[in-house]
């Protein structure tokens, strides 16, 4: 049978189980670190190029999420077998982006067309980022960005937007936008991400909630979505809501990386 090892240097709870559970859905077997960086040989300085050659000799193909923008594509130049990346630091998360189309597809019925607001950290959400490239690919879709302006969406995405000829605002009413959208997807403001500037971060957190008001702007057919895990930035009480669809897009994760997994170690 084939064998995935997946190599989490950062922490993990859905990417990580689901591409496990994925794998051994399959057939396969697993081999896993779940804290790489504090318990693989990187933490005796072992370079990620080393690891990589290393570990694919143990494997059939490895899942890699790195703290540093880019370490994925680092590895698969090192690499022989195929790589997913499960995310690098505040790069791209590509796998997230095809779990979210797939599950706006399913939830809205179409991708074509569609009003989308992006909300919270959209300067190291890596979610957020990939999800906009993807979206380009389909026809007539809007983005809206709201978030506060520390972590205002960055130009490299908007102006591959508008490359793409797709239409993007900015905006800081929340409430407004909802009610124009058929997806609001909401985001967490990482702590992770802002190191020693903890004011900043108090700033930025709890300035755009999802709460029961903003959802009752919502359209009816509109749904609410989450990469995970949150905190605060979506209420409790919206989880009872039809249009809360997060846990939903989280299970879909499972379908797409399982395809996924199989497209790349038996092809269609």
């Not at 999800?131 to 389909?138: I, M, N, P, Q, S």
């Not at 960005?145 to 102006?159: G, L």
């Not at 591959?160 to 909401?186: H, N, P």
Request: glycine content about 8%; proline content about 3%; some cysteine.
């Amino acid at each position: 049978g084939y064998l995935m090892a997946t190599l989490f240097y950062e922490p993990s709870t859905r990417t990580r189980l689901s591409f496990e559970s994925s794998m051994k859905r399959l057939g396969g077997e697993v081999l896993t670190t779940e804290n790489a960086r504090e318990f693989s040989s990187a933490a005796k300085g072992e370079t990620l190029e080393d690891t990589i050659r290393t570990v694919e000799g143990y494997s059939d193909i490895i899942v890699m999420r790195h703290f540093e923008s880019g370490a994925a594509r680092r590895a698969a130049l090192s690499a022989s077998i195929p790589i997913i990346n499960a995310g690098d630091g505040p790069g791209q998360h590509p796998t997230q982006a095809l779990l979210d189309v797939y599950t706006i597809g399913r939830e809205i019925g179409k991708l074509d067309g569609i009003n989308i607001a992006l909300v919270g950290d959209l300067a190291y959400g890596r979610t957020v980022r990939s999800l906009a490239h993807l979206l380009a690919l389909y026809k007539d879709v809007k983005i809206y960005f709201v978030s506060p302006d520390v972590v205002k969406m960055k130009d490299d995405i908007k102006d591959y937007l508008t490359s793409m000829g797709v239409r993007w605002e900015e905006s800081a009413d929340l409430i407004e936008v909802a009610s124009k959208c058929d997806v609001v997807y909401q985001t967490r403001i990482q702590r992770e991400r802002f190191g020693e500037r903890v004011a900043l971060y108090e700033e930025a957190r709890g300035k755009y909630i999802v709460d029961m008001s903003a959802v009752n702007a919502m359209q009816k057919h509109a749904v609410v979505m989450h990469p995970l895990p949150r905190l605060d930035e979506i209420t409790v009480d919206v989880d009872g809501d039809p249009r809360a669809a997060y846990f939903r897009q989280a299970k879909n994760g499972l379908y797409i990386r399982m395809a996924l997994l199989k497209l790349l170690l038996l092809g269609w």
